[in-house]
């Protein structure tokens, strides 16, 4: 059966346009609340597979989404780089922050696959259960991304840490992102021979970049990170969100070889009609806030989407991800608007 998704990420245009959303399995879902009592804390939930496979299935079986993804976190990668990563209730990861190349070289030159083992045996749950039609992503970070919490030791405001890093020391800066990069090839490798069919590479600090530093700390790895992957997936389909790109969502697909660009809810619909999906498909970009507020305004916000994007490929989405404080009910509502 075909998968509306892949589709798309083929390049093919469709009457509706297939959806998901950004952490569609997380905290909005009583079902999810209930579920994450089960796990001492959050690593420990993303690495069972128990758990980990039934959280990525309950929005698939409450909405049927068009794909499903893989519950786990982009902090996995240097957790099995053997740096001390851990998930504090109400403060998020914090990590002992990677400062040098004395630092680095404490860390694993490569990636302990057999660490990562119990997310393989979570896609290797999911994927006889998803309906035939729903396409299965997995995904990870990017270096930048992944390299500013591992900097910083937990996220920071407009990235300070891992700028003032990149500045002081460029040399310590290329040897942990050259390390996250040959990690991410390694790491999506098995997650596609355990049985995804295709992955999203998520930028979420972009925006933080300066124009000058976007092709050396963020497109280039991104680029060779699915140059990577194919070399042994060759089929292997890419979805990239850069995050707060603004002007440069136009160099995305060309710079990184994505079948999709993904968008923030920032960016204006007309101008990305005519500046990227005229060249492939396009993701997005509804503001989560508005999945919030529900009602009226989500569904002319989300009838102007579908009209801009209608002439192309095109896959629904948020801007960024789903927030706690949303009604499954507006969910339920965006999705009676894009399938019409």
């Excluded at 596609?192 to 979420?204: L, M, N, R, T, V």
């Excluded at 009838?303 to 989405?317: D, K, M």
Aim: net charge neutral.
């Amino acid at each position: 059966m075909p998968k509306p998704i892949l589709n798309v990420l083929d390049g093919q245009i469709t009457k509706r346009p297939p959806i998901w959303i950004m952490r569609q399995a997380g905290r909005y879902l009583p079902e999810y609340r209930e579920l994450r009592k089960k796990a001492k804390n959050f690593l420990h939930f993303c690495y069972s597979p128990e758990l980990a496979s039934e959280a990525t299935l309950q929005p698939i079986r409450r909405y049927q989404f068009d794909a499903a993804i893989l519950f786990s976190d982009i902090l996995v990668i240097p957790d099995a780089l053997k740096q001390n990563v851990r998930f504090e209730e109400g403060e998020g990861p914090r990590l002992d922050p990677v400062l040098s190349l004395q630092d680095l070289n404490r860390l694993s030159s490569t990636l302990d696959l057999d660490h990562l083992n119990p997310v393989f045996e979570t896609i290797r749950l999911v994927k006889p259960q998803l309906p035939p039609q729903t396409t299965f992503l997995g995904f990870c970070g990017a270096p930048w991304t992944v390299a500013s919490y591992m900097i910083a030791g937990k996220g920071t405001p407009e990235l300070a840490p891992s700028r003032l890093k990149a500045y002081a020391d460029p040399d310590f800066m290329a040897a942990l992102l050259d390390r996250l990069e040959k990690a991410s090839i390694s790491y999506l490798i098995a997650q596609f021979k355990a049985g995804i069919d295709a992955a999203q590479i998520f930028e979420s600090f972009a925006g933080a970049l300066p124009a000058n530093l976007l092709d050396l700390y963020s497109f280039g790895p991104i680029s060779r990170i699915i140059k990577g992957v194919r070399a042994e997936i060759p089929s292997a389909r890419f979805i990239v969100f850069c995050r707060n790109a603004g002007f440069h969502h136009t160099s995305v697909r060309a710079k990184t070889g994505a079948n999709a660009v993904a968008l923030d809810w920032a960016v204006d619909e007309n101008w990305a009609r005519e500046a990227i999906q005229k060249q492939g498909a396009v993701q997005g970009h509804l503001d989560p806030l508005l999945l919030v507020q529900g009602g009226d305004r989500l569904k002319q916000r989300a009838e102007t989407i579908l009209e801009a994007f209608a002439s192309g490929p095109h896959i629904f989405n948020l801007g960024h991800g789903i927030v706690p404080e949303t009604s499954p009910d507006h969910v339920e509502q965006l999705l009676r608007i894009v399938r019409g």
